[in-house]
């Protein structure tokens, strides 16, 4: 099992920035990738950055060029930093886990993007 504790989320003007952390813990040897999501009311959970162990990166367009996830192994911690941050980001942001065949979830943390 693995677990993943998010924090970082808040509230955040348009043109403002807020970084999102993401600790892993538990039985996390061979977790092949982390990542984020994020969940709009009304709308379906999408993909927002995922980074592989061996460094491939995948990342959402609407958030290229403002939003860049990186990881220290060694606290086991996936960041997404988040620039430039618009209304439409507002949302839910999970934390991912792949593991094997099986992707953990964090508890999700709120960002609001609001003047």
């Known amino acids: 099992q693995v677990q993943l504790v998010e924090s970082g989320g808040g509230l955040v003007q348009p043109g403002g920035s807020l970084r999102l952390s993401c600790a892993a813990s538990?039985?996390?040897?061979?977790?092949?990738?982390m990542g984020w999501y994020r969940q709009a009311p009304g709308k379906q959970r999408e993909l927002v950055a995922i980074l592989t162990s061996s460094g491939l990166k995948t990342i959402l367009d609407s958030v290229k060029g403002r939003f860049t996830i990186s990881r220290d192994n060694v606290k086991n911690t996936v960041y997404l930093q988040m620039n430039s941050l618009k209304p439409d980001d507002t949302a839910v942001y999970y934390c991912?886990?792949?593991?094997?065949?099986?992707?953990?979830w964090g508890q999700g943390t709120q960002v609001i993007v609001s003047s």
């Open positions: 538990g039985s996390i040897f061979s977790i092949y990738a």
């Open positions: 991912t886990a792949v593991q094997r065949s099986v992707t953990y």
